[in-house]
């Protein structure tokens, strides 16, 4: 079993920057891709921001590219997004994700709002 925790979210102006935490716990040793979700309104369908892999590749969705980078630390088992001039549109819940070649496993999720 793994956990994910995240932190960072919170409430930022449009153009401002914020980097989201997300650190895993558990069997950590199996996990392999680690990304970014988010969900824009309730009842909204998750979208996916950013993966990365254990050896570095990475892939966004395209309206975050060029602003979000993605990165991890795998001694500490963390995952960040780096999130620059951010949008009103960026304004979600933001979740971790963390896959393990079986089971996929969520955080709990952070606010993100971006005020215009």
């Known amino acids: 079993q793994v956990q994910l925790v995240e932190s960072g979210g919170g409430l930022v102006q449009a153009g401002g920057s914020l980097r989201l935490s997300c650190a895993a716990s558990g069997s950590v040793f199996s996990l392999n891709v680690m990304g970014w979700y988010r969900r824009q309104a309730p009842g909204k369908q998750r979208e996916l921001v950013a993966i990365i892999s254990t050896g570095g590749g990475t892939n966004y969705v395209d309206s975050v590219k060029g602003r979000f980078t993605i990165s991890r630390d795998n001694a500490k088992n963390t995952v960040y997004l780096q999130m620059n001039s951010l949008k009103a549109e960026d304004t979600a819940v933001y979740y971790c994700?963390?896959?393990?070649?079986?089971?996929?496993?969520w955080g709990q999720g952070t606010q993100v709002t971006v005020s215009s």
């Open positions: 994700r963390a896959h393990d070649g079986v089971n996929g496993y």
